[in-house]
Every structure is written in structure tokens, then in C-alpha cells.
């Protein structure tokens, strides 16, 4: 089993910056990949970016790239997403997921086994 905490949401002004952690616990060494998504209201839920456990290659959406970044510290076993130029439409719960197995299918929920709790992102015009 793997459980994951997610911190760093909140409010923020429109262009502004957050940065969202994700702390991985349990069998640590079992995860292949790490992803974020995001769900807004009445919205399904959406991919963000993912990241190698090993290896460190990163995968982002289109609405996304350029802005967001993310990274992971395997010594604490924690995965960023540093998020600037802030918009309102990417105000959603945002949610960190592990992935045991190379399913190539990196944008998929459903691929992933694990999931946080959810930090809420508000961005405000």
C-alpha cells in the first residue's frame, strides 16, 4: 500500500504562484510513476502532469505547459508542482496519484492506483 498527503493549496490572485507536495508513504518502491490531476465543479477529473519515479521523465498537458513544472525528491519521497502564471480556469481540486506498473498510458486515471486526498486551488480574476 502507498499513501499520499497533498499540501500547498489555496487562494491566489491571477497570475500568481502556488506550489502543491505530495508525501508518499508505504511501499515507497513499488511506484513507477507519479501523476497530478485536477477536477473542477461538474467537470471530470483531468490530467495535469506526471513524472517518473525513477528516471525523472516529465509529461504535461497542453493547457498547462510552460506554467506548470513538476519535479520529485526521492530522498523525501515527495512530488512538487510548481504552478505560475496562475488563471482562473485552473481553479479545481487537485489531486497527486501513484502508478505501480509502466502502463504507457501516463494521462489515464483510471492507469492509477493510489490517490491523495485532494488540495483545493482557487485562482481569483
Known amino acids: 500500500q502507498v499513501q499520499l498527503v497533498e499540501s500547498g493549496g489555496g487562494l491566489v490572485q491571477a497570475g500568481g504562484s502556488l506550489r502543491l507536495s505530495c508525501a508518499a508513504s508505504g511501499r515507497t518502491s513499488a511506484i513507477y510513476r507519479m501523476g497530478w490531476f485536477r477536477q473542477a465543479p461538474g467537470k471530470e477529473r483531468e490530467f495535469v502532469a506526471a513524472?517518473?519515479?525513477?528516471?525523472?521523465?516529465?509529461y504535461y498537458a497542453n493547457p498547462v505547459k510552460g506554467r506548470f513544472t513538476i519535479s520529485r525528491d526521492n530522498a523525501k519521497n515527495t512530488v512538487y508542482l510548481q504552478m505560475n502564471s496562475l488563471k482562473p480556469e485552473d481553479t479545481a481540486v487537485y489531486y497527486c496519484?501513484?502508478?505501480?506498473?509502466?502502463?504507457?498510458?501516463?494521462?489515464?486515471?483510471?492507469?492509477?492506483?493510489?490517490w491523495g486526498q485532494g488540495t483545493q486551488v482557487t485562482v481569483s480574476s
Open positions: 496519484a501513484a502508478d505501480r506498473y509502466n502502463s504507457g498510458t501516463y494521462d489515464d486515471p483510471n492507469e492509477y492506483d493510489y
Open positions: 513524472i517518473r519515479w525513477t528516471g525523472g521523465n516529465t
